[in-house]
């Protein structure tokens, strides 16, 4: 009986220095893995918004070319904290939580947020030859468009900014031709 006191005295005593570090190396571990999984997370939303952005630029493209007078707009809704992007056919789409989006004016503005005071970013293609048309300011009843103006010329856009805490994708775009790419920063 004497024996199995002693044993429970010890047994009392607290963890031991191994048992602590095998803990403290489990904590790491998850903490790791949360965020990673939270880095990961965050780029998945900027790679998708700006996919869901050229998948709509394709399609205005496509139609400005074949009917005239199409448009897609990038738009902050404020009261849901969310952006949007819409085309002239009436389709729109919500962008990923938590993503923002600038973009700059090419040889101007640069890094203009779309929020609430810049709640949109809209423009076309040209059905002449497929480039960017200028940044629209809004759409007469008959479909033509009021254009942006930048000093003596018109507003065109140059890079669009999707961004998601430090994850980030610019969709460079060449004005001259209407053809973009995706760039990874």
């Known amino acids: 009986m004497g024996s199995n006191c002693k044993r429970r005295q010890l047994n009392n005593q607290g963890f031991s220095l191994v048992e602590l570090i095998v803990i403290m ?14 880095v990961n997370t965050a780029d998945q939303k900027v790679k998708s918004s700006a996919t869901l952005i050229t998948k709509y630029m394709d399609n205005v493209l496509s139609s400005a070319m074949s009917k005239g007078n199409a448009w897609f707009k990038i738009r902050y809704d404020d009261d849901k904290d969310n952006y949007y992007v819409e085309d002239s056919e009436g389709h729109s789409e919500k962008l990923s939580s938590n993503v923002t989006v600038s973009y700059d004016v090419e040889n101007g503005d640069k890094g203009v947020k779309i929020d609430d005071t810049n709640s949109q970013l809209m423009f076309s293609y040209s059905r002449v030859n497929g480039s960017f048309t200028p940044i629209i300011d809004s759409v007469n009843p008959d479909g033509t468009f009021i254009y942006k103006t930048k000093g003596e010329g018109y507003a065109y856009p140059d890079k669009i900014y999707v961004t998601c805490n430090d994850s980030r994708r610019t969709i460079q775009l060449y004005v001259k031709t209407g053809v973009y790419e995706i760039v990874e920063n």
């Open 25 to 38: 190396i489990i904590i790491v571990i998850l903490a790791t893995t949360v965020i990673v999984s939270f």
